[in-house]
T-cell receptor, first 115, second 110 residues
Framework: EAGVAQSPRYKIIEKRQSVAFWCNPISGHATLYWYQQILGQGPKLLIQFQNNGVVDDSQLPKDRFSAERLKGVDSTLKIQPAKLEDSAVYLC?????????????FGEGSWLTVV | DAKTTQPNSMESNEEEPVHLPCNHSTISGTDYIHWYRQLPSQGPEYVIHGLTSNVNNRMASLAIAEDRKSSTLILHRATLRDAAVYYCILGPFYGQNFVFGPGTRLSVLP
């Protein structure tokens, strides 16, 4: 079974530029997550989708971050304009459906450096 | 805020058992207890989870206290590849907002 795919793996941009990250979840998984992980910290949830609807985006900085999940499969996370403090690993994860009984499967992450 | 408390770091010798503790005193009756680990430069990976009873799988064992306010992840024979950050997380029965704390950084000494 293929895992969660993310791209690009690494990205370096200047502040005020824009960047987009792509995620392809495990086939059939209805729930998709984007997490931000700053060096030395645990992952922080940015947004959670159920199919193509948003379940939780309370910690998404909506003035600069946006995310979409068209057709309930792939997802894109965009940052525009980027700030220095956005330097982090952006992790995509998926799960068959929400609920603590289920496992969340993570991708390898997209590493962003803002200079 | 994370709903669990873990030691910042632990050390173990290779081939010895490791017991990683986690306190979750505010756990609700329907919260699952999950453990994930994160190897360097990788995304977190699932280790084990349970609700009330102790659980075993090929990677580890999960011992859950009778009052469910604490749990212990047991690695039966630590290897160098087990060196990672281990996260203990509560997963609500409904919804799945996993809140990650800083976890426990496990070092395995040869």
């Amino acid at each position: 079974e293929a895992g969660v795919a993310q791209s690009p793996r690494y990205k370096i941009i200047e502040k005020r530029q824009s960047v987009a990250f792509w995620c392809n979840p495990i086939s059939g998984h209805a729930t998709l997550y984007w997490y931000q992980q700053i060096l030395g910290q645990g992952p922080k949830l940015l947004i959670q989708f159920q199919n193509n609807g948003v379940v939780d985006d309370s910690q998404l900085p909506k003035d600069r971050f946006s995310a979409e999940r068209l057709k309930g499969v792939d997802s894109t996370l965009k940052i525009q304009p980027a700030k220095l403090e956005d330097s982090a690993v952006y992790l995509c994860a998926s799960s068959p459906d929400p609920g603590g009984r289920n496992t969340i499967y993570f991708g390898e992450g997209s590493w962003l450096t803002v200079v | 805020d994370a709903k669990t408390t873990q030691p910042n770091s632990m050390e173990s010798n290779e081939e010895e058992p490791v017991h990683l503790p986690c306190n979750h005193s505010t756990i609700s009756g329907t919260d699952y207890i999950h453990w994930y680990r994160q190897l360097p430069s990788q995304g977190p990976e699932y280790v084990i989870h349970g609700l009330t009873s102790n659980v075993n799988n090929r990677m580890a064992s999960l011992a859950i206290a009778e009052d469910r306010k604490s749990s212990t992840l047991i690695l039966h024979r630590a290897t160098l590849r087990d060196a990672a950050v281990y996260y203990c997380i509560l997963g609500p029965f409904y919804g799945q907002n996993f809140v990650f704390g800083p976890g426990t950084r496990l070092s395995v000494l040869p």
